[in-house]
């Protein structure tokens, strides 16, 4: 029997980071399925004076920074200042980026 395969057409991860006492987001549409450490890689990549998960947020939203980086994975990316509800559960809050975390 032939083996029926899935291909991944987008995934969205949604990275936590902690600024000024609330919590914001960055979404990101990629080509594939990464983990969250190679998401920020693969950003941190295509935006190379960005030193911190800060810094980053800031180019992304100040839009010079670069999301597009050839081959890079990254389709879309925007930052969002609302969690979504199952996002205040321990759990996921604590896997919290800090504003000065290195990338």
Same mark, same amino acid.
């Given at each position: ?19 000024? @006492? ?18 920020? @890689? ?20 100040? @839009? ?6 050839? @081959? ?32």
């Amino acid at each position: 029997m032939e083996k029926i395969g899935r291909q991944v057409s987008a995934y969205h991860p949604e990275i936590l980071v902690r600024r000024a @006492g609330k919590v914001i987001v960055i979404r990101v549409d990629m080509d594939d399925w990464y983990e969250e450490g190679e998401v920020l @890689g693969k950003l941190a990549a295509a935006n190379p004076s960005c030193r911190t998960v800060g810094e980053l947020v800031e180019a992304i939203e100040s @839009g010079e920074g670069e999301l597009s980086a050839k @081959g890079s994975g990254v389709m879309a990316c925007c930052i969002s200042d609302r969690v979504r509800p199952e996002a205040s559960t321990q759990a996921v809050l604590e896997s919290v980026r800090q504003w000065d975390e290195p990338i």
